[in-house]
């Protein structure tokens, strides 16, 4: 079974609301998590590092302030995406690793699929 | 950072063929793992295989960590085989791990 559970699957919202996704390690504890965007027919592009009780770290050219990133507890993290457009439609998913170090395998949530109208 | 390219990027295969796809990363690494994307998006775990080779089912791999390649081999292919095949390496220097380009697999019946 899945190890790692991304809520919603999709969302379809208007121009201008924001969107949250929540991406929950199941059965284990994740101080860090991953959260990916892919575009169709792309591959996946790391947006964030998302650190239990610290601020995330962002890849370059990723806007913090777009994508709000918060991991309050060592089983969830969750992702805002405020005031969304259209170009933010894409495909988000969130990632783990079981072993709760910085090394070992990754494990992805089912992903969340944001249509912005 | 690591590069990680992928080959061939798109490949047609005749029901019951074998294929071999290459990962190619231009620096050394902590972690290798092979996925296939489902046609909902899904990720679905192949191998995590940093280095060596592992068998399953029909599916198996090879990392050669030395020469910084690991190829996906594919026998007796079938149609529910098709879809992309990601490799995706985590370099020694941090703790991001890179996606390739990705292989999109077409098995005819």
């Known amino acids: 079974g899945a190890v790692v559970s991304q809520h919603p699957s999709w969302v379809i919202c208007k121009s201008g609301t924001s969107v949250k996704i929540e991406c929950r390690s199941l059965?284990?504890?994740?101080?860090?998590m991953f959260w990916y965007r892919q575009f169709p027919k792309q591959s996946l592009m790391l947006m964030a590092t998302?650190?239990?009780?610290?601020?995330?770290?962002?890849e370059q050219g990723v806007e913090k302030d777009k994508f709000l990133i918060n991991h309050a507890s060592l089983t969830l993290s969750t992702l805002t995406v405020t005031s969304a457009h259209p170009e933010d439609s894409s495909f988000y998913i969130c990632?783990?690793?079981?072993?709760?170090?910085?090394?070992?395998?990754?494990?992805f949530g089912e992903g969340s699929r944001l249509t912005v109208l | 950072g690591i590069q990680v390219e992928q080959s061939p990027p798109d490949l047609i295969l005749q029901e019951g063929a074998n294929s071999t796809l290459r990962c190619n990363f231009s620096?050394?690494?902590?972690?290798l793992q092979w996925f296939h994307q489902n046609p909902w998006g899904q990720l679905i775990n192949l191998f995590y295989?940093?280095?060596g080779t592992k068998q399953n089912g029909r599916l198996s791999a090879t990392t050669v960590a030395t020469e910084r390649y690991s190829l996906l081999y594919i026998s007796s292919s079938q149609t529910t085989d098709s879809g992309v095949y990601f490799c995706?390496?985590?370099?020694?220097?941090?703790?991001?791990?890179?996606f390739g380009a990705g292989t999109r697999l077409f098995v005819k019946a």
């Open positions: 990632s783990a690793r079981t072993s709760g170090r910085l090394t070992g395998e990754l494990f």
């Open positions: 059965d284990f504890q994740a101080t860090t």
């Open positions: 998302s650190n239990e009780g610290s601020k995330a770290t962002y």
């Open positions: 620096d050394s690494v902590n972690n």
């Open positions: 295989i940093p280095s």
């Open positions: 995706a390496a985590q370099d020694t220097g941090g703790f991001k791990t890179i």
